[in-house]
């Protein structure tokens, strides 16, 4: 388990990512928040891998590099919560 940050650490940088993309940085994003809602595509997923792979230190798993594995924010924090 990833125990260098809590929660809301993770919700935030989570949110603050997704953010970074224009279609995106005007709607209210909140745990229960459909990513496919919200836009999101399979590269852009990667690129949110990436994002937070980079800013908490944690690596996902190849199996888990699928949009389709995550259906909201809230399955993603779980995930960087519970990866090394």
Not at 19 to 26: A, G, M, N
Not at 50 to 74: G, M, P, W, Y
Request: glycine content about 2%; hydrophobic content about 40%; overall charge negative.
């Amino acid at each position: 388990m990833n125990k260098k940050y809590d929660i809301n650490t993770v919700q935030e940088g989570v949110i603050k990512i997704l953010k970074r993309d224009k279609k995106v940085q005007d709607k209210e994003i909140t745990l229960d928040t459909d990513l496919v809602s919200l836009g999101l595509n399979s590269i852009q997923f990667v690129k949110l891998v990436i994002a937070l792979e980079q800013d908490f230190d944690c690596e996902f798993d190849d199996e888990k590099l699928n949009l389709s594995d995550f259906k909201t924010v809230r399955e993603i924090v779980e995930y960087v919560m519970n990866v090394e």
